[in-house]
């Protein structure tokens, strides 16, 4: 068998993600992989504008940013002919179009197939996606789910060509002190709030227990400022609702200080907010959707995210319960260990060998 491989992960997500799942777990993947003794692996890009990725790449002036992708694209084509596999970091079929063999794609999940009305209408995500599932020599999906989703849509792929890996966790517990001005009782909300994120049904399930508790917030990290049309559903609660935004000491900070995390959304891939949230000791109440009973486990409380009562019930039934919130913060340390990034990367390894016939 070859003595070490060769892996080759190119530009795309780190030209359009600052932050980001998938961003993260190119960069955890590249980091751990680069660990092992049997694999070579690198990455490259022009002008990135990824956090995560600072330290590979230089930044250029964003004068100079217009047409990176086509730069990328021509300099990614010459550097993968030196590589045994390439793993391009997003949908972009151009390296099944330049003949590129050995490509091994991730699915995410099937969002844009399953909810097209929330995309415009020439976004090219899905049918790129539709090229790269059935030109690539193999598919990792990182939940059962996006498997069976996969599956669903494009029913003469074969099972055995997809490979279920999952997401881990890259936040750590944070006690200190912390720049965020958050308040001494809050509920958290984590990411983008608009379409399938189901923000908005959230919202009216959580005003009633806002309402009824004065000292009681609810604090939404990232996802931009709040919208007009947000600030007049906030409108009755209005000086309980905050938005903010926060780096990974900061974030870990929220989750370890909140009575929960609400994720709400109609649809996920994985989720790496649950795991997020269960590696800060915080209880975490999630929609029982798609993928998220898949992460969460039994560490968990679950709600129907098109029911604004249920959802409002089981927040007052977690915030309003030390010692439910103490026995869901130690089963979730227990799920998290099911998601490990050193595990993950020895499975990613495994399934580059396999595209490459050195194991069966």
């Keep these: 068998m070859k003595d070490k ?3 080759y992960y190119d530009y ?3 030209l359009v993600q600052k932050f980001g799942g998938i961003s993260r777990y190119f960069y955890e993947l590249l980091t751990h992989i680069s660990r092992s003794a049997d694999v070579r692996a690198d990455a490259y890009c022009i002008g990135n504008r990824n956090a995560y990725f600072e330290s590979y790449f230089r930044k250029i002036s964003s004068k100079y940013m217009r047409g990176m992708g086509t730069v990328n694209r021509f300099f990614s084509l010459r550097k993968a002919k030196k590589y045994d596999l390439i793993h391009p ?3 972009h079929p151009y390296i099944l179009r330049a003949g590129h063999r050995n490509v091994v794609i991730t699915v995410y999940d099937m969002i844009h197939e399953l909810f097209p009305e929330l995309f415009p209408a020439n976004d090219p995500t899905a049918e790129n996606k539709r090229q790269m599932i059935y030109g690539a020599d193999h598919i990792i999906a990182i939940s059962e789910n996006t498997k069976r989703d996969i ?3 494009y029913p003469d792929v074969s099972p055995d060509k997809i490979t279920v890996i999952y997401l881990g966790n890259s936040l750590t517990p944070h006690e200190g002190h912390s720049d965020l001005a958050l308040p001494q009782k809050y509920i958290l909300f984590v990411g983008n709030r608009g379409g399938y994120k189901n ?3 959230f919202f009216e399930g959580v005003k009633p227990i806002l309402a009824e508790t004065p000292d009681l917030y609810l604090v939404c990290i990232g996802g931009g400022a709040f919208s007009e049309s947000e600030r007049a559903l906030m409108a009755e609660v209005s000086g309980q609702t905050i938005q903010m935004n926060a780096f990974d000491d900061d974030l870990s900070y929220a989750y370890s200080h ?3 995390f609400v994720f709400p959304s109609l649809y996920e891939g994985f989720g790496i907010p649950t ?3 269960f590696a800060c000791g915080c209880p975490v109440v999630l929609s029982n959707t798609s993928s998220m009973p898949e992460v969460g486990g039994d560490a968990a409380i679950y709600f129907d995210p098109k029911n604004a009562e249920e959802i409002c019930g089981q927040i007052r039934r977690v915030i309003g319960d030390d010692a439910l919130r103490k026995e869901m913060s130690e089963r979730g340390k227990l799920q998290l260990a099911k998601f490990s990034w050193d595990a993950i990367a020895e499975q990613t390894i495994a399934c580059y060998k396999k595209v490459l016939g050195l194991v069966e």
């Design 199 to 201: 923000f908005q049904t």
């Design 12 to 14: 795309q997500i780190m």
């Design 89 to 91: 970091t997003y949908y």
């Design 151 to 153: 599956l669903k849509i």
């Design 5 to 7: 491989i060769s892996v």
């Design 275 to 277: 795991l997020e949230a």
């Design 258 to 260: 909140a009575l929960c």
